[in-house]
């Protein structure tokens, strides 16, 4: 097994951990990071080699990454082992489960790419290369077996965690907010790139909110402490300091528990908001030439994975030049005064993390041991 991020490493512990209940004596080596070599991972490279983003990065790191593909398949070709799963990181494990399956070695991959929002063509390189998929989405597997590739919906990790009860007044009680008061999560991004494109946009949203509405309450969750400081700066360069905001060190989680309404950039975010029950409006920023190129090479008018998953806009996505300070203030205040839209939508989030919950380890688990022969 290789993984080379966070995300993976937690995908991937849980997934040995479902194995080795049933089979007790199997072995698992590869490259992984803590929560991989807890579970029972004999990892030969740190996790943290693979855990490159963005082309320069990628570029200053490639004699490495290249030396550490090597010697890996080097030791899984002499000797040879029942399966390969690589865990997400494409552009990493699918090269290696294409080399590996010319060696005869079973190849499976864990997390599908994509495909359905961009670069559908890698849809081909990904059949050369795992003999499975396992997919994260229900509609995956439909997709893959178009073109003739296996491929089982195992069910979102997310949505065995996060709890199908509203988390409201439970979070509100954690950060001690009055169960009356009106709260709105601001979620600019885990990324400095993203919050420094965000932030300005998203103040300049809360001062008009706050000026519509002197009731309303803001929460912010940043991760780190560079994204802290940079909304920070924002801030006080917008003249925000004496607004009702509060700047919290992670626990997004218990913020969009404890809020009314979300704003939040896209990605992963976007499904937890979902999986918590809250309507949320959705935005993002990038560069001019990039959003091009990104849009020209999309196939899907959505980019929030809800509205993505329920193939229709459930909640508003603002992204580009349409993520403006009038249009999000708007966007947002339509979900703070209509209490009924935001009850049928919570309905709908309902349904889809039911269709989610599947039990995710123990899904893929079976699908491993059944490829293994030992279902």
């Not at 490159?52 to 990454?65: A, H, N, T």
């Not at 494990?93 to 079973?106: D, F, Q, S």
């Not at 994204?227 to 300091?241: N, Q, Y």
């Amino acid at each position: 097994m290789v993984a080379g991020e966070a995300s993976g490493d937690l995908l991937a512990s849980h997934l040995i951990a479902a194995v080795r209940e049933r089979v007790p004596d199997a072995e698992f080596v590869g490259i992984g990071g803590p929560r991989m070599q807890a579970a029972g991972l004999q990892s030969w490279w740190p996790a943290e080699t693979l855990a490159v983003m963005g082309f320069v990065d990628v570029l200053k790191r490639l004699p490495e990454l290249l030396r550490v593909r090597s010697g890996l398949l080097r030791r899984l070709k002499e000797a040879p082992p029942d399966l390969f799963i690589g865990v997400d990181a494409p552009d990493f494990n699918l090269p290696v489960e294409r080399k590996l399956r010319r060696a005869g070695v079973r190849t499976m991959h864990y997390v599908s790419p994509s495909i359905w929002a961009w670069r559908g063509g890698r849809v081909h390189k990904i059949g050369r290369a795992a003999q499975h998929v396992l997919c994260l989405f229900p509609f995956e597997p439909e997709i893959y077996a178009k073109q003739g590739i296996a491929a089982s919906f195992v069910g979102h990790p997310l949505a065995d965690v996060f709890p199908l009860e509203d988390q409201r007044l439970k979070a509100r009680e954690l950060l001690q907010i009055d169960a009356e008061e009106q709260v709105l999560a601001i979620l600019p991004g885990s990324r400095n790139g993203e919050v420094s494109r965000l932030a300005p946009i998203y103040v300049e949203t809360i001062k008009r909110l706050a000026a519509e509405r002197p009731a309303l309450r803001f929460l912010v969750p940043l991760i780190t402490r560079s994204t802290r400081d940079i909304f920070e700066k924002v801030l006080h360069e917008a003249g925000a300091g004496d607004l009702p905001i509060r700047l919290m060190f992670g626990h997004a989680h218990d913020a969009m528990a404890a809020s009314d309404v979300v704003l939040v950039a896209s990605g992963t975010a976007t499904l937890e908001a979902a999986l918590l029950k809250r309507p949320m409006v959705i935005s993002y920023k990038v560069g001019k030439w990039t959003f091009k190129i990104v849009r020209a090479m999309g196939y899907l008018p959505w980019v929030g994975l809800p509205n993505i998953l329920a193939r229709e806009f459930l909640v508003p996505e603002l992204l580009q030049d349409d993520a403006t300070p009038e249009k999000l203030s708007a966007a947002l205040g339509k979900w703070l005064d209509d209490a009924a839209a935001r009850a049928a939508l919570a309905g709908k989030f309902e349904q889809m993390h039911l269709s989610l919950r599947q039990n995710n380890a123990d899904k893929a688990a079976a699908v491993v041991l059944a490829a293994l022969g030992r279902a």
